[in-house]
């Protein structure tokens, strides 16, 4: 009997900086790559890729050298007629269609499509144009969450709701880079993590600090990741009078950081804030929990599926919420830290990459008899 081929496309790798799709799409590279049951291979576009390249991927984290590989690789078109049964998993936009006798798809949430003000043109127009197509083309597709199928199945229909399938994502395997803190004890600080832009709504922490100055005095607060678009970090600071806290180090904005440093930030602080407005799954809870930082974020789309019982929520449209939550929070952590700290491990420890990979290729296989494997 011929054997089934399984081929990720590894597109999302390009980028120079990972996080997000790109992470997700790293991680189930190292699972395809240390698999031992089962055929497997990658592609970019519409050209394989020698396993040495993405395992280099994998490693280095970092994409810049992938058009200097293919280049230079010898490379071949997809799925370079390899016997058996050909299936696609494309962890992101489709790069082509019904060039594979299976093809599944991972959906990670339709944000432009039910919150377009909180993304530009261009974001928008990227991820619409073909979503509708690939979706309809696709013989199993995987959304990120229980919400983002739900939203699959209710804006993209009509589907078979048995080929839409759940597959939750997980944290990666937790190493702190031991050079960012030296063995030095970290003064007590706050982590806001998400690029800076309207979605991720960094402003109602802006707020939270401008109208309780004593916080700061308390507390660090440091805000980790990239500028996206609309207002910019010193324009926040300046709208709400925070520059001086700012230049006195009381707010603090690395910008995006490294995976190393990022797990080695999350690892020393107090609380993660996560306040953002809409969500396909929410990685960075998931890493922050399984560090045992308690997470202050919004009951919205599927950050309570992801963080469960584990985290303390507030209604981002109710005015005042976030500060009596972060309260609350904060009061919690001084009293009974210990168990706010075991609580996270155990809802971190529910989700894995391993367990991922294994979903995804389980409800795979269920499919393949139908598609007339031997």
């Not at 019904?98 to 039910?114: N, W």
């Not at 993590?193 to 991720?200: A, V």
């Not at 929520?313 to 009061?331: I, Q």
């Amino acid at each position: 009997m011929a054997q089934t081929v399984f081929h990720l496309e590894i597109g999302p790798l390009k980028e120079t900086q990972y996080t997000g799709i790109s992470e997700v799409t790293a991680a189930l590279a190292a699972e395809m790559l240390g698999e031992e049951g089962r055929r497997t291979a990658f592609f970019y576009g519409r050209v394989a890729i020698e396993r040495e390249i993405v395992a280099d991927l994998v490693l280095r984290r970092n994409g810049e050298l992938l058009p200097w590989y293919l280049q230079r690789s010898g490379t071949r078109p997809a799925p370079a007629a390899l016997p058996g049964l050909n299936v696609a998993i494309f962890p992101n936009r489709k790069s082509c269609r019904r060039g594979f006798d299976v093809e599944c798809q991972i959906v990670h949430d339709l944000s432009t499509f039910l919150t377009p003000q909180f993304h530009n043109d261009d974001t928008i127009e990227f991820h619409t144009s073909s979503l509708l197509e690939d979706v309809h083309s696709n013989d199993l597709t995987f959304c990120v969450s229980q919400a983002t199928r739900e939203d699959v199945l209710r804006y993209l229909g009509p589907l078979d709701p048995e080929r839409v399938v759940a597959i939750p994502l997980a944290a990666a395997t937790q190493e702190e880079d031991p050079a960012l803190f030296a063995g030095r004890k970290a003064e007590p600080y706050v982590l806001v993590l998400g690029t800076i832009e309207p979605r991720k709504n960094a402003a109602i922490v802006f707020e939270a600090l401008a109208r309780n100055p004593a916080l700061l005095r308390r507390l660090k607060f440091v805000f980790l990741g990239r500028h996206g678009w609309g207002e910019k970090f010193d324009a926040l600071l300046a709208r709400y009078g925070l520059s001086e806290d700012y230049e006195k180090g009381r707010i603090l904005f690395p910008g995006f950081v490294g995976e190393g440093a990022k797990r080695a930030l999350l690892s020393h602080a107090r609380l993660l804030l996560y306040p953002s407005l809409f969500e396909g799954f929410g990685l960075p809870v998931v890493e922050a929990l399984s560090f045992g930082v308690p997470v202050v974020t919004t009951r919205s789309s599927s950050l309570p599926e992801v963080a469960g019982e584990a985290s303390f929520y507030f209604d981002p449209f109710c005015e005042g919420d976030f500060d009596r939550v972060l309260a609350r929070a904060l009061s919690e952590l001084r009293v009974r830290g210990q168990a706010l700290r075991r609580r996270s491990l155990a809802r971190a420890a529910e989700f894995s990459w391993s367990g991922t990979y294994r979903r995804m290729m389980a409800a795979i296989e269920a499919v393949l008899p139908q598609q007339g494997q031997a």
